[in-house]
């Protein structure tokens, strides 16, 4: 579990910088954070895109829901469920991914199937 010192680490980062720390991370954790409530996950319309948020750490997750989406709760997801069942199951309906999102809202928006890449390979594109 993060400390808050790694929340204010992680906001000090680029986008970038996150997004690799992340794709390191997962697979080093085995499982990534999103948020979730009764109804399922939170998803985030970006003008015409509609995108799963992904955190590396559940205190990452936690902070970003403080703002503004207090109702949610972290939800852990193995790294092989994540890259067999979720992703595949996002591509097929046309979701994206928003990787490591900020406090501020700025994070990579990836498409499924190439972060599932990612995350195998450890290689970013």
């Given at each position: 579990m993060s400390t808050p010192s790694?929340?204010?680490?992680?906001?000090?980062l680029t986008t970038k910088q996150r997004y690799q720390q992340f794709i390191e991370q997962a697979r080093k954790t085995q499982q990534v954070w999103t948020l979730s409530d009764e109804q399922g996950c939170l998803i985030i319309e970006t003008g015409d895109e509609k995108v799963l948020l992904l955190w590396s750490e559940q205190a990452l997750a936690e902070h970003?829901?403080?703002?503004d989406h207090s109702s949610f709760n972290a939800l852990a997801i193995s790294l092989s469920d994540l890259t067999e069942?979720?992703?595949?199951g996002m591509a097929n309906d046309g979701f994206d991914v928003a990787v490591a999102p900020s406090f501020a809202g700025e994070g990579t928006i990836v498409a499924p199937l190439?972060?599932?890449?990612?995350?195998?390979?450890?290689?970013i594109k």
């Amino acid at each position: 579990m993060s400390t808050p010192s790694s929340v204010e680490e992680n906001s000090r980062l680029t986008t970038k910088q996150r997004y690799q720390q992340f794709i390191e991370q997962a697979r080093k954790t085995q499982q990534v954070w999103t948020l979730s409530d009764e109804q399922g996950c939170l998803i985030i319309e970006t003008g015409d895109e509609k995108v799963l948020l992904l955190w590396s750490e559940q205190a990452l997750a936690e902070h970003w829901a403080s703002k503004d989406h207090s109702s949610f709760n972290a939800l852990a997801i193995s790294l092989s469920d994540l890259t067999e069942k979720w992703l595949p199951g996002m591509a097929n309906d046309g979701f994206d991914v928003a990787v490591a999102p900020s406090f501020a809202g700025e994070g990579t928006i990836v498409a499924p199937l190439d972060l599932a890449d990612e995350l195998s390979s450890g290689k970013i594109k």
